[in-house]
């Protein structure tokens, strides 16, 4: 199972990695194939599994509850951190958010491989909640630390537009309201949306791969790894103990620790680079993350994919 579902994703990554190492993709096609991942690909990937009526279930409130829950408890332990391990402020935005900000991509690879198509619609319902959030938290963060004289209504501003210019959150709230109708999609879209998702997780993987550069790791090795444990180790254990404390069970569970165990999100470099903090660190964190992540997401299968 573990093989099954988390090393073909990998696998993938590998190979994004060995054809921009080889030329055979360069930084034109990764910037042109990062935007029509990020604003058509993966948001009608989205929209097509959340608003298939035959893909609705009814989820106890409690599990959603339960990973904002984490996902602020995140943010105050890494705030925490900062002052433990002498973070400096320049950094501090950056190691912050890359603590609890996770890849979407490779989240719905695995959840897709480990556990099929029921738990794709959960996972697009848990980022749907998730995404504003942290994006509300590490927005805030990345200002407060930035030494910007900014003004409560520009922080709002700020903050509301990543939020509502976020693709990925339009597309789950369109197919959840979709999925209110329980009306099946006409034949001809369903077939269009399977086509162009059939696109979106393979090339994302591959873009992801041709970004990871291990050189970034140089000069920033000791924050990125204590963002990295603290985001694919840490985290997935906290996340399992409010789990628990909210009582939630069953096939959400393991949905929820695979989405824990997931590597920071690539979103974290350009977030860090618009808010001045320190890039080079959130691009350090993503290719160790990444890294680690192989371990576990493979843990999170083995232990709580049926």
């Known amino acids: 199972m573990v093989l099954d579902s988390v090393l073909p994703v990998f696998l993938v990554i590998g190979l994004g990695s060995i054809l921009a190492r080889f030329r055979l993709t360069n930084e034109t096609f990764l910037k042109t194939s990062d ?57 501090a935005g950056a190691f912050s958010q890359c603590c609890y900000r996770f890849n979407t991509y490779i989240g719905m690879a695995v959840v897709l491989n480990a556990s099929g198509e029921p738990a794709v619609r ?19 963060t990345l200002i407060w630390f930035s030494g910007r004289d900014i003004s409560g209504s520009e922080k709002l501003r700020v903050t509301g537009k ?8 339009l597309a789950c709230f369109l197919g959840l309201l979709y999925a209110r109708l329980g009306q099946p999609f006409p034949g001809f879209l369903e077939n269009s949306f399977r ?28 924050a990125a790894l204590v963002a990295s444990v603290f985001k694919v180790g840490l985290y997935p254990v906290m996340g399992y103990l409010v789990l628990m404390l909210f009582n939630v069970v069953d096939s959400f569970l393991s949905t929820a620790m695979l989405f824990f165990a997931l590597p920071t999100s690539t979103a974290s470099y350009v977030l860090s680079s618009q808010l001045d903090s320190d890039a080079n660190l959130a691009s350090s964190v993503i290719v160790l993350s990444t890294l680690l992540s192989t371990g576990s997401l493979s843990l999170a299968v083995w232990l709580f994919v049926p």
Request: proline residues 5%.
């Open 195 to 222: 086509l162009v998702s059939a696109v979106s997780l393979p090339m994302a993987l591959i873009s992801i791969g041709g970004a990871i550069h291990p050189a970034a790791l140089r000069g920033r090795f000791k």
């Open 35 to 91: 935007r029509l991942i990020y604003y058509i690909f993966f948001p009608v990937l989205l929209f097509w599994k959340i608003g298939s009526p035959a893909e609705s279930s009814t989820i106890d409130a409690r599990g959603y509850l339960a990973i904002l829950v984490t996902i602020l408890v995140a943010w105050v332990l890494s705030l925490l951190c900062k002052r433990a391990f002498k973070i400096s402020d320049f950094e």
């Open 162 to 169: 990543a939020i509502v210019s976020n693709p990925f959150i």
């Open 122 to 140: 959960q996972f697009g319902v848990i980022i749907s909640f998730a995404i504003p959030f942290i994006n509300l938290l590490s927005v805030s």
